[in-house]
């Protein structure tokens, strides 16, 4: 499976983006897949993950009610909505994909990171 995030970019403090983790791999469908973030200096954080079959997601409190994960099986993306950015989700975001868990080391599957900077 090979992954690839898209969608990044700069905006407001308030503002929103949405985030498309696209993959290639008739098999994506079947993995669950997890967004993670790093700021520079910074450990990878935990953002959110959704699971196999789109109806089990849980998120990091840092993003609860803000961000929102979502599967395409159409299009073979999983989507991370942002809204309500704060400077303090500035990070270059990352999908990965194997693991319904907030444990980045648990998956087997990385894309090459997308960069989200929010103005204050």
């Known amino acids: 499976v090979q992954l690839q995030a898209s969608g990044g970019g700069l905006v407001q403090a308030g503002g929103c983006l949405r985030l498309s983790c696209a993959a290639s791999g008739r098999t994506y469908n079947s993995y669950p897949v997890g967004w993670f973030r790093q700021a520079p200096g910074k450990e990878r954080e935990f953002v959110g993950t959704i699971s196999s079959g789109g109806g089990g997601t849980y998120y990091a409190d840092s993003v609860k009610g803000r961000f929102t994960i979502s599967r395409d099986f159409a299009n073979n993306t999983v989507d991370l909505q942002m809204n309500n950015l704060k400077p303090e989700d500035s990070a270059v975001y990352y999908c990965?994909?194997?693991?319904?868990?907030?444990?980045?080391?648990?998956?087997?599957?990385w894309g090459q990171g997308t960069q989200v900077t929010v103005s204050s």
């Open positions: 990965a994909a194997g693991s319904y868990s907030a444990n980045y080391r648990l998956y087997n599957y």
